[in-house]
């Protein structure tokens, strides 16, 4: 079975950076989407971006256009997110997710995704 575990979440002050992992472990197919999402308390859980099978294309919530950069090492079988300029607002549990489908998109729809991480916590004081 497909296990993700996310790791890298930390107290960082506003401003600063911090390189979420997330590594499939398991029986694993190569040929997914994968994404992060993030939930704040009191909150429904939302997308933050996704990067298709090959790498080859990617997406971004608005919010974190500029800031965030999601990559994916085959080899490692881990999949980053790579947070910088961090705000208050960006204070949540993290999530890494497997798509349903394969092919050479990516997709920012909770629905789509069949198979998620515990979390990790961020957390950005001001």
């Known amino acids: 079975q497909l296990r993700l575990v996310e790791s890298g979440g930390g107290l960082v002050q506003a401003g600063g950076s911090l390189r979420l992992s997330c590594v499939a472990s398991?029986?694993?197919?190569?040929?997914?989407?994968m994404g992060w999402f993030r939930q704040a308390p009191g909150k429904e859980r939302e997308f933050v971006a996704s990067?298709?099978?090959?790498?080859?294309?990617?997406g971004y919530a608005d919010s974190v256009k500029g800031r965030f950069t999601i990559s994916r090492d085959h080899a490692k079988n881990t999949v980053y997110l790579q947070l910088n300029s961090l705000k208050p607002e960006d204070t949540a549990v993290y999530y890494c997710?497997?798509?349903?489908?394969?092919?050479?998109?990516?997709?920012?729809?909770?629905?789509?995704?069949?198979?998620w991480g515990q979390g990790t916590q961020v957390t950005v004081s001001s």
């Open positions: 990067i298709n099978w090959n790498a080859g294309s990617a």
């Open positions: 398991g029986r694993i197919l190569s040929s997914h989407a």
């Open positions: 997710a497997k798509s349903r489908l394969y092919g050479t998109t990516w997709y920012r729809d909770t629905g789509d995704y069949d198979a």
